[in-house]
């Protein structure tokens, strides 16, 4: 689909790849961008309008809804990485936080929208998942948990909205270079690159795109014996 002429919602849209990405929605003729965040003030750049979108809070998604029927793309790109070991004490806090933000919220904006891209003409619905949603790290097992269930929700979403012709696409990445894993020091993939691959995705109408060499190498591995995330 095009996105020239598209009403395009993004969560998490303050900063990271959430801002860039509503930056080149606006930059490739998306119709309007909206930019959601947890405090709308934060958004520092022009030609978007700012929605406070906490997406763990069930009224602010609700009104939302209500007020964007419009919207045509939707971009599930909030997201939290705890960084916080699960064979530790806080461990359930620390993983029901992360499934609360990755799966949770992303399960509510998919809710909550699907029936408005159904009404103007299926639309696509974007989910920012993870080279950790198939392998994990010590300190990371909370958030790769949280995005391996948000992958089988995408795949799930797939099936249940291919009916009303909108297009799921899954997003998988390494190390993207944001606020997120700053105080990891190792090659990072841009934000640019991650965000242009996604909508080349929409225009093409793939399902899933492998946003880096990371990506595709850890996707690649999971027939090896043993597996990658051994
Ligand atoms: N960076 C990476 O290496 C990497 C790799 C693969 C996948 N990802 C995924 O890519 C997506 C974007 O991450 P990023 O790298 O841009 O991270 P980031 O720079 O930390 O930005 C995360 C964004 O999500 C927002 N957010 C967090 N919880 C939220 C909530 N409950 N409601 C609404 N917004 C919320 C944050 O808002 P505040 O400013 O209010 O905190 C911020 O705008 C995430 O889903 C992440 O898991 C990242």
Excluded at 49 to 61: G, H, R, S
Excluded at 62 to 72: C, I, N
Excluded at 208 to 223: F, H, I, N, P, Q
Aim: hydrophobic fraction near 50%; charge should be neutral.
């Amino acid at each position: 689909m095009n996105i020239e002429g598209s009403v395009a919602l993004v969560t998490g849209a303050n900063r990271g790849l959430g801002k860039v990405l509503a930056e080149q929605l606006r930059a490739k003729g998306a119709r309007k961008v909206y930019a959601g965040a947890r405090d709308p003030g934060k958004i520092s750049y022009p030609g978007v309008e700012p929605v406070n979108l906490d997406i763990t809070n069930a009224a602010d998604v609700a009104a939302a809804a209500k007020a964007l029927g419009d919207v045509t793309l939707v971009f599930n790109n909030a997201g939290v990485a705890p960084f916080s070991p699960l064979a530790a004490d806080a461990s359930l806090e620390v993983a029901r936080a992360a499934f609360e933000t990755n799966y949770f919220g992303t399960l509510r904006i998919a809710n909550a929208f699907a029936p408005i891209l159904a009404k103007n003409g299926g639309g696509a619905l974007v989910n920012m998942l993870s080279a950790l949603s198939w392998i994990t790290f010590p300190s990371l097992g909370a958030y790769s948990a949280s995005k391996s269930a948000e992958w089988a929700l995408t795949n799930a979403l797939r099936h249940e909205l291919k009916g009303q012709g909108t297009l799921v696409v899954g997003v998988h990445a390494g190390l993207i270079d944001t606020d997120m894993v700053a105080a990891v020091d190792a090659p990072k993939v841009s934000p640019e690159q991650v965000a242009a691959a996604i909508l080349e995705a929409i225009v093409t109408g793939r399902e899933e795109v492998l946003a880096d060499e990371t990506s595709r190498r850890v996707k690649a591995a999971l027939s090896s014996e043993p597996g990658p995330y051994l």
